[in-house]
């Protein structure tokens, strides 16, 4: 199917993107890399009046490391950030580097950006469980300036965020791990959307506790306290680790046995790929 008529514009700046958003209401959205956007339209689950493309807009694909925190433009797609030496170096962002493969194929990676992949809030989509699990936070710039908002803040529910329609996501800031990142996911076939995903840090030499986050388990990147805790106790075996797993998806309420399953699984075998390096 084709997607429904609109229009469309080019905007020239993150301003002039949002001075469109405001005029012309509730019918315009925002494109990026069109990977999820386009494939919507086309099958007629979104039909806006208006597009407005922002890939032309200057300095937002930004990809840079200053101490610990590296700063993703919105722009920046997920092929960069696959192949960024920067983020290769970096030993607390390594993981993301190692996520990516996980995302689609070569040409969606292409086009893709990480804006548009946190912006769209797909509960299964690897970006948002990174940022949650980094502790991240993401800056969006609206008509009354610019906010910043802690990822684990950001994603309600299955394409629902803290994003306001008249604002456009520039940019995302993501500290570095400090202790070892392990990094699981189970699709049907490689380049699918997961059906469940995990990605841990151990707890680090210097005292910072462990983090655990799963998507699968519920409609958006859910942390796992009782994973966490868990994570910290050094005899910690692997049927400790799946009680502590059933305990956590008992309070967000994973009914399916399949699911459930799928994401005890990828918690151990993230949790064994942290150990393990
Ligand atoms: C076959 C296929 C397989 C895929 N597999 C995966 C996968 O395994 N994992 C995965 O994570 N993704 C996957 N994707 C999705 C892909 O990663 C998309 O690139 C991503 O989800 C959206 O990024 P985009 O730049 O293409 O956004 P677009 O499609 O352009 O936009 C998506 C949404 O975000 C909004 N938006 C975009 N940028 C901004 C911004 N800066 N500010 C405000 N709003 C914005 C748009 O209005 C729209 O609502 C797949 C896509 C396809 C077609």
Redesign the pocket.
Known sequence: MKPAPFEYHRAASVEDAISLLVALGDEA???????????MMSFRLARPEHLID?TGVPGLDEVSLDGRDLTLG?LAT?QRVLESETIRRSRGHRIIATTMR????LP?RA???V???I??A?GS???PLLAVLLGGSIVAQGPGGEREIAAEDFFFGLYTSA?EPQ????RVVLPGASGATGFAEY?LRH????LASAGVVLPSPEGRGARAVVSGAAPAPARLPAVEQALSREDLTEEDLRAATSADLDTLETEDDYQRDLVTTMVTRAVQEARGR
Do not use: C, M, N, Y
């Open positions: 959205k925002i494109v990026a890399g069109g990977q999820s956007l386009v494939p922002i919105a997920h996980h995302v689609g194929h969606i086009r893709g950006t804006g548009g992949s912006a769209h797909d989509a690897e970006w994003l604002e456009v996501l520039t699709g380049g699918d959307f997961a």
